[in-house]
């Protein structure tokens, strides 16, 4: 509930918003499926790893990315993981923003899977 509370609400609907603006045009559709993959990790992002992945296309795909608004997104999320992380009750919050940079930055080939606890 204090995920949702710092920022994991607003951050989750973001990206869900802009999905849905993306999915708008067929030549958009991968780029917003992308974008409701990143409001998934943005809701519940605890428990979850990002694993990179893909070839040459998503390769390609990640760099139109950047170019296209990619690098700030990844940017904004790396700025609220660094507020956050200002006090220690925020830190966990802030690594979690960490994450969800990683997987703004290159979204295309990434896959974000359930951590297995032994």
Do not use: D, Y
């Not at 390769?59 to 940017?75: D, K, R, S, T």
């Amino acid at each position: 509930m204090l995920w949702l509370i710092c920022g994991g609400f607003l951050s989750a609907l973001g990206w869900f918003t802009t999905g849905l603006l993306w999915c708008i045009t067929v030549v958009g559709i991968p780029v917003g499926l992308q974008c409701f993959k990143l409001a998934s990790v943005s809701l519940n992002p605890f428990g979850k790893e990002v694993i990179n992945g893909g070839g040459a296309g998503s390769f390609l795909l990640n760099i139109v990315w950047i170019i296209f608004g990619g690098l700030e997104l990844a940017l904004s999320n790396v700025m609220l993981g660094l507020l956050l992380c200002i006090t220690i009750i925020g830190i966990p919050f802030g690594l979690q923003f960490f994450k969800i940079a990683k997987v703004a930055l290159m979204p295309f080939g990434a896959e974000v899977e359930r951590e297995h606890v032994l």
